[in-house]
DNA sequence: CGTGTTTTTTACGAAATTCGAAGAAATCCT
DNA sequence: AGGATTTCTTCGAATTTCGTAAAAAACACG
């Protein structure tokens, strides 16, 4: 896989504002030809450095309640566990950790009654699990999805 | 704010596969009109229920360490505190949340060396910040992004 | 350094997509 | 039912994307 270098991370920030950014309109902001866009993105879409889609608003569409949970495994159950986790519809994310927790996971509700009826209905009958520790989202100060780092792309700004 | 229809849904949902499929695509899979693909993806942006974005791999750019840290905060700082760590480029996701950890954050770096940086140099020079539980991610299982969920969709399609 | 090789970039016409706007269809309200 | 409003379709024009071939740049190695 070839080094993504600093035009690449100029593209992928633009996109990142906009993944529908015409090519034409890339090519005219970084003054190079709508040809190199092109392949340069082609190139990072095969590598799978990233990808287009869209982001939704969890509250516009009804999933008030948003909640990060913490979980304890049984030794020797955590990626079953995991595995399980990762098929509920409610879930967006799961991950292995270390720290307090083995699993933390990410769910979202439409209700309160609904996130009950997780915790008791659906997690309680997942074998392994020895603990939950759920914690409730009260307010979102940050939430940027770029890991195209503003930082990084400014050092090389004047490379 | 118009209410959010089935077909906007299935828009979404195509969208969340790939950002850039074009409308003309998106009308032949749903049996109507390029006209009605625009106009409805005009109206949910205008409305914010979504934006076009890229979704790009950490790992890919290097960014190997991924952490969420649990964060306690003197009463009345919180705020502040949140506000600051939003600032860092580091720090992808802060919210207050109810729980264990009144504020939970998501951060990314090149290095175990920057985390440490981070951690030690970093969030120690935060005024109210009372203590910080560094979780480690290990393995990532789901990450969907997803906030349509396939569920809700396919409840609908028979309507 | 110089020359051959490979990679990247540019250029350009053809195909596809997007856009604006106007008319048709459907929905809503009373 | 009838008029008003919103949503949907249609269609030509403008823009973008795509394929490809040639130019330019970067690279490798004697």
Redesign the pocket.
């Known amino acids: 896989m ?1 080094r993504i ?1 600093h ?1 690449d991370r100029q593209i992928l920030q633009i996109l990142q504002d906009d993944g ?8 005219h902001q970084l ?13 990072l879409l095969h590598d799978g450095v990233f990808e287009f889609v869209i982001r939704t608003d969890p509250v516009k569409l009804g999933l008030n309640v948003q909640t990060i949970i913490g979980l304890n495994t049984k030794l020797g159950l955590q990626q079953q566990v995991a595995e399980e986790l990762s098929q509920l519809p409610e879930v967006r994310f799961v991950g292995a950790f270390s720290g307090k927790h083995d699993l933390i996971i990410q769910a979202f509700f439409y209700s309160n009654t609904e996130l009950i009826h997780f915790v008791n209905e659906r997690l309680s009958r997942i074998e392994g699990i020895l603990g939950a520790d759920v914690s409730l989202e009260l307010r979102q100060y940050k939430d940027s999805f770029s890991y195209v780092r503003e930082d990084e792309v400014a050092i090389n700004e004047k490379g």
Do not use: H
């Not at 529908?20 to 090519?27: D, S």
């Not at 003054?31 to 190139?43: L, N, P």
């Open positions: 070839k270098d035009l529908r950014t015409p090519y034409t309109e890339i090519a003054k190079i030809s709508e040809g190199t866009v092109r392949s340069r993105i082609s190139r």
